[in-house]
């Protein structure tokens, strides 16, 4: 009986190391419906949310595992112009359609056309908006959620193209 066991256990093992695990806790970001879970304070007419872009991978708080930074706007037929965008950043959650929300970094009331272009330098993300203004996060303190502003610093963004004027 123990060598029945054992040799169940050195297969379930073998089994595990063989195909991988993904944490039981957290969903992969490719099943997530950004556009289902994301926005839900835009109060976008028609409840219709647009990715900007694909959300950007970057671990913001250093604790091993990347966080989501989900470039948004309204896309509703009533407003032909483009819509305000957001950005916001999320964990991965226990199932697809249930991502941690951290932050909002940009706001759409701030009125800004975002790129969908996000970078990282030492523990910030920047983005630009159409008009060439950055903004920032700050770097991420444990126990705060981060904060965004307006940022001067052109240097800090990298691969995104300066909008034409």
Known sequence: MRHHSLTLATALIATLTATGCAKPDSAQPADINWEKVAGRDLNCPDDKVHLVAPPDKYDIDGDGENEYFVT????????????????????????????????????????????????????????????????????????????????????????CPVPAA
Do not use: M
Not at 78 to 101: M, S
Not at 106 to 119: A, H, K, P, Y
Not at 143 to 159: D, H
């Open 72 to 159: 948004i706007q309204c896309n509703s037929t009533k407003h032909p112009n483009p819509e305000p965008g957001q950005l916001e950043i999320y964990r991965a959650g226990a199932t697809p359609d249930q991502p941690a929300w951290l932050a909002t970094i940009v706001r759409d009331r701030q009125n800004l056309q975002l790129t969908g272009c996000v970078s990282f330098v030492r523990g910030q993300a920047y983005t630009r908006a159409s008009n060439g203004t950055i903004w920032a996060s700050s770097r991420w303190t444990p126990g705060k959620l981060p904060t965004g502003f307006l940022s001067a610093s052109q240097g800090q963004i990298t691969g």
